[in-house]
């Protein structure tokens, strides 16, 4: 399992898998997240752009999508 986690700090960045892990453990059970982007900065150490830019990687796979400003939702998966 550590081995899987070095690999994916290596090709996402470490700050990136941070916000995915962050936003993981904060889904529902419907995969809905409710969360500001100032918040997780303030959360995880992080600057605006990171997260953005993270949400941005997520969106253009097809597994994420802002519903609304603080309201966020993992799809497809």
């Given at each position: 399992?550590?081995?899987?986690?070095?690999?994916?700090?290596?090709?996402?960045?470490?700050?990136?898998?941070?916000?995915?892990?962050?936003?993981?453990?904060?889904?529902?059970?419907?995969?809905?997240?409710?969360?500001k982007?100032?918040?997780?900065?303030?959360?995880?150490?992080?600057s605006?752009?990171?997260?953005?830019?993270t949400?941005?990687?997520?969106?253009?796979?097809?597994?994420?999508?802002?519903?609304?400003?603080?309201?966020?939702?993992?799809?497809?998966?």
């Amino acid at each position: 399992m550590e081995l899987e986690k070095e690999i994916y700090k290596a090709l996402l960045g470490e700050k990136k898998v941070e916000i995915i892990n962050l936003l993981c453990e904060l889904s529902d059970e419907n995969g809905f997240i409710m969360l500001k982007i100032s918040d997780i900065c303030e959360k995880l150490n992080v600057s605006k752009p990171t997260v953005i830019s993270t949400f941005k990687l997520l969106e253009e796979k097809k597994i994420f999508e802002r519903v609304k400003n603080g309201a966020y939702r993992f799809k497809n998966l």
